[in-house]
């Protein structure tokens, strides 16, 4: 370590000089010169050094009581001198750095002891600055620490300490706190990381020493200094808080502190306190992202890759410190960890299907391992949503119906009117096959017609009853596709789409509907004395017909308890525990049987 016991001149002028020394309005408070160091250079502990296999160490620094900030009056011509305890220091190399809070270098001292008197007013840092043979930067008057790079060798920083150098009539000033020295309970570190928004809790303790003041209490801030939170005490959880960066101080004050609040900022501080150094909590919240693209089918065999194109997927708004591809069957188990997945050939992995996710992550995980599921991954770590890879041996049936929408259709059958469904009324989505066909069956599935297409089928004539349009693709030949038998056993690479209903009555016939009814179900407690009622727009009511209508309330047998005239008017409350069902009735003419009582299927 290069270190002497040459101490600096107590004379009115250092034996070295300030290149530039930054001064700060308000000197009477020195705790503003923290908050432009803090804010303005943001240096937490060791966050300056070198990675990989470097063993430099800066070291631990503290005043002689263990503090790491001191005031001192700069200008009285009585010595300052004092000498700053280091520990933990390693390193071929170790030189002292004097900075601005804005990290620029204005002194490269031989130290210690140090003796700032005659410097002039304004506040500076001192460091430790540890390094090995081979560092190639740049740490001379002028130049700023906020520039080291990694690139430049093996080195790290110490902490810094804090000296305000008060002059004049501010030297009478009298503010005896003291902040104290902060560090996360049982590991010594001031630096932090969580996964935040998990639901996990991230709580953690503080170690405080070395403070004194007639008050004491917590600050949490963002980065800029804006006073988030004022808690009463450690354990801090911050999980809530979402995704980004903290810092939490101790502060202690003397009575008539103002602008300690929450939204207010440590620059409008104004009264006899003083800030410990700050602990950092950076919270980690990983977002998978959405993916776009596919789904992709491939014929898995035939000897010809099946990639993904490399712009088959786009990800979009994934967060994370690490990502990769995860490749899973529909259980979720890992099959493979692709560099990406445009790397993955799926032929010859036989039929299935497999999903394809990007896994976003902070920090170490585990489980993210072939052969295990994805749903035990543990760590701070999100997925995506999900891209969908089909794939099916050579020779195997592809053929799919697919979806088919319209209808239902309802027709007077032997009225002499045309009944025909009216061309571009069904339409057809995701069907594949070399071959197509439209059918209509009965109700039984026995096929009455294989016309062209639904519009060309004149239904007048058929007589009452139901029957069944549905859509049919096959590839190469097939059996059974004949009127008079049944479509379920058509044989052959042949696949049916969902039905659309046609519904056949004849002129005169009761053509009264219930229709569909949406809502629901309700749950309440009854005999509490609130009143127990459907809200009013609740039920909705579709596809329903009738010159009349009927809301019916019956028990799970059908016995009709109440007929009101919409179910929002019931209230439910003191009928007892159980079950009952609401109905809606449509009714051409009288009925009979439609009373209280009585059941409804009667």
Known sequence: MLQSNIRFSSLSKPSWSFASVETITDIRNPIHLLFLFVLGLFIPLNAISAQGSCTAEGGNLTFSDGSTSTVICADDGISDAFTPTLNNAVGQNQVWLVTTNFGEIVAVPPGPTFDFEGAGDGACFLYNFAFEDGFTGNIEVGDNICDLDTDDGCFDLSNSILVVRRIGDDCMM????????????????TVLEICAGDGQPDPFDVDLSNNSGENSGWVITDLTGLILALPPSPPFDLDGAGPGTCLVYHISFDNGLTGLEVDGNLDDLDGCFMLSNFIQVDRNQPDGGLLQGGPFEFTSGDGIPDMI???GIMVSNAVGENFQWVITDGNGIILGLPPTFSAVDFDGTGAGNCLVWYLAFFGDITGAEVGMDANNIQGCFDLSNPIEVIR????????????????????TSGDGM??????????VANSQGENFQWIVTDGNGIILGLPPMPSVVDFDGAGAGNCLIWYARFDGEVTGLEPGLNASNVQGCFDLSNPIEVLRTNEGDCQANGGDIFGGPFEFTSGDGM???????SITVANSQGENFQWIVTDGNGIILGLPPMPSV????????GNCLIWYARFDGEVTGLEPGLNANN
Do not use: K
């Open 174 to 189: 009298s503010c005896d706190v003291e902040g104290g020295n902060i560090t996360i309970a049982g590991s010594g570190e």
């Open 309 to 311: 194109p490399e712009d």
């Open 392 to 411: 099916i041996n050579e020779g195997d049936c592809q053929a799919n119906g697919g979806d088919i929408f319209g209808g239902p259709f309802e027709f």
């Open 418 to 427: 045309a009944d025909t469904i009216p061309a571009g009324s069904i339409t």
């Open 531 to 537: 009143a127990d009622t459907i809200p009013a727009g």
């Open 570 to 577: 019931v209230d439910f409350d003191g009928a007892g525990a």
